[in-house]
């Protein structure tokens, strides 16, 4: 590509918003770890840990927000459809979707009454204090996702920021004055003010009297079709998110120790925070994406080759900034007493660059809706990971569990390149 032609893309994609998308993310995303440096610095170290525990036991439930209607919108809304009927899923997915968060309320609250009963109070306490944070997730998401589809990156950007800025001086704040417990309060401050700076662009743009008045009624099957992909949707985020989840998961029932789970967590905290990289750039190229295949296959196909190379070349930039910058990274970050996680966190660093990798593979699945397919990939990497957990934790403590990750991620990337090729060529034979 000429250096006119490079120019001319970069200008192109300015002006479409993809840089407000990533300088939203990038304060937020900074901000995020800043306000976990201060916390992490500033609490005990077992005491952390025993919020690692109940909140990894939290985010279990966070892929089923909403049962996926929030991204079953994002896909049935970017197609071709007409307004009217854009308009009925808008409506279907924010009322049934909102709905369907009682299912985890009430499940959160039993595994909180579940922790009372095995003598972990402190953990069923901060359980409780999450149980209402599905319903203002799912409100600050749905909101994001809306501005997604209608293309407003620069609201998307601006709401993400006033999110991690509550977030940020919640954390400090309430943390200083009310411990942990204020760390899940100010969680709520952030979704409802997100939630809000979303709603003031939407209703600037009169979204809310035609979305939810001038809208088509959706026939039941229409409606069975999406509440089956946001089910199947979020099946499979769950799915793909459970690798670090079940490495804290199967770390506390190995070794049952809440130093070790902070030490983990403290390895996972930048390269699950930098991972808004391969999402922002799914962010801005899904809809994208999704428009690519139903103008052709062919044309999503070249579409998928072009983003692959995109993604290998800004993660493998990042991953050698990682490496290098590890121990002053971890240092100056969370101080002295985690310094012995560096081994740990440059292994999770190269999780990180395979995982990017597997991030597009998987939305390339959901876009096509081979959503089958993609849970069953992510169902079969969950039992592979746990399987390596449970083996090398006993060998290894800590680095097994990151070990078995990478090996986990690995096979499972390929599983998917695998499956594309597959899927590529029986599309070239109909």
Known sequence: MSMKKLFQKIKELAKDGMFHIFGGSVVSKVVGVLSTFFVIRHLD???????????????????FVGLGLANAALQYCSEKISDQKRNGVYAYSFWFGGISNLLLFVGILAFAGLKVYTGNVNEAYYLCLMSGLPFVIYLHTYMQIVLRIRLNNRAFSFSSMVYSVTMLAGNIIMTVFMGIPGLIISTYFANVAGFGSSWWFLRKSKFFTTAFKEREPLPRTYKKEITGYGVVYAFTSFSSMILLLLDITCLGLVLDDSAVLADYKVATTIPTAIAFIPSCLLVYFYPKMVRAFSEGKENGRKYVKQMTKLFVGVNGGIFVLLILGSYPLIYLGFGEKYINVVPIFLVLCVNY??????????????????????????????????????????????????????????????????????????????
């Open 353 to 430: 660059l395979i995982h990017s990798v597997q991030m597009l593979y998987s939305h390339v699945l959901a876009v096509v809706k081979r959503l089958k397919a993609n849970l069953a990939l992510s169902l079969f990497s969950g039992g592979v990971n746990i399987g390596l957990n449970l083996l090398m934790i006993t060998w290894w403590q800590s680095m097994g569990a990151a070990i078995a990750t990478v090996i986990t991620t690995c096979l499972i990337t390929g599983l998917y390149f695998i499956y594309i090729r597959r899927f590529y060529n029986e599309q070239e034979m109909v």
């Open 45 to 63: 170290k077992v005491a952390y840990g025993e919020y690692v525990s109940a909140n990894n036991l939290f985010s279990y439930f966070t892929a």
